[in-house]
């Protein structure tokens, strides 16, 4: 079956840099593009990214471009975000999503990990 | 940016009860238009994509309407664990958006 695993969060201080995994299995990974969506505590959804599934395109949300930088490993199996310069406000569940729709951009999510918690605190 | 917005924000309904969500969006969107489903402390379940399509191993009691900027998520017959906040998303113009959810409740 489908699986999304995430690793890779914690607290961090502002200005500071971590990145983020997403092991996937149980279907073929470098068929589908894949995004990042964050949720801040007691908040709403926000796209962060997206990665088409052969790593030729991406794109970012405005609050996090020149930042953050997706990337994808499919000998790994593997989604990474890597974030730097943090600050308070990236403090978030992040999720890592599977685009719904093989070989091209949908963007509809139907698969998501579990969520890792980053905070961003001093 | 497409600015989606839901009501109401909240909903209390019986079990049995029909229930209407509503999304607007500050542009067309055509059908590109999902609705995911989010429980507390778990990640969002995709139930409706294309506006109306089904997402597979989902109960038909979810249905979805609506194109351009009005759509609608309706559940037919409200069950227990049909206790959730719902958002919709809008998959027409990057960057994706969602709407700020539904949190339903169980009377």
């Known amino acids: 079956q489908v699986q999304l695993v995430e690793s890779g969060g914690g607290v961090v201080q502002p200005g500071r840099s971590l990145r983020l995994s997403c092991a996937a299995s149980?279907?073929?990974?470098?068929?589908?593009?894949f995004h990042w969506v964050r949720q801040a505590p007691g908040k709403g959804l926000e796209w962060v990214s997206v990665?088409?599934?052969?790593?030729?395109?991406?794109y970012y949300a405005d609050s996090v471009k020149g930042r953050f930088t997706i990337s994808r490993d499919n000998s790994k199996n593997t989604l990474y975000l890597q974030m730097d310069s943090l600050r308070a406000e990236d403090t978030a569940v992040y999720y890592c999503?599977?685009?719904?729709?093989?070989?091209?951009?949908?963007?509809?999510?139907?698969?998501w990990g579990q969520g890792t918690l980053v905070t961003v605190s001093s | 940016d497409i600015q989606m917005t839901q009501s109401p924000s909240y909903v209390s309904a019986s079990v049995g009860d029909r229930v209407t969500i509503t999304c607007r969006a500050s542009?067309?969107?055509?059908?590109?238009l999902g609705w995911y489903q989010q429980k507390p402390g778990k990640a969002p379940k995709l139930l409706i994509y294309?506006?109306?399509s089904l997402q597979s191993g989902v109960p038909s009691r979810f249905s979805g309407s609506g194109s351009g900027t009005d759509f609608t998520l309706t559940i037919s017959s409200l069950q227990p664990e049909d206790s959730a906040t719902y958002y919709c998303?809008?998959?027409?113009?990057?960057?994706?958006?969602f709407g700020g959810g539904t949190k339903v409740e169980i009377k």
């Open positions: 999503a599977r685009d719904k729709q093989n070989g091209v951009l949908s963007p509809f999510f139907d698969y």
């Open positions: 149980g279907f073929t990974f470098n068929d589908y593009a």
């Open positions: 990665i088409s599934y052969d790593a030729i395109n991406t």
């Open positions: 542009q067309g969107s055509s059908s590109w």
């Open positions: 294309a506006a109306s």
């Open positions: 998303q809008q998959a027409y113009n990057f960057p994706p958006t």
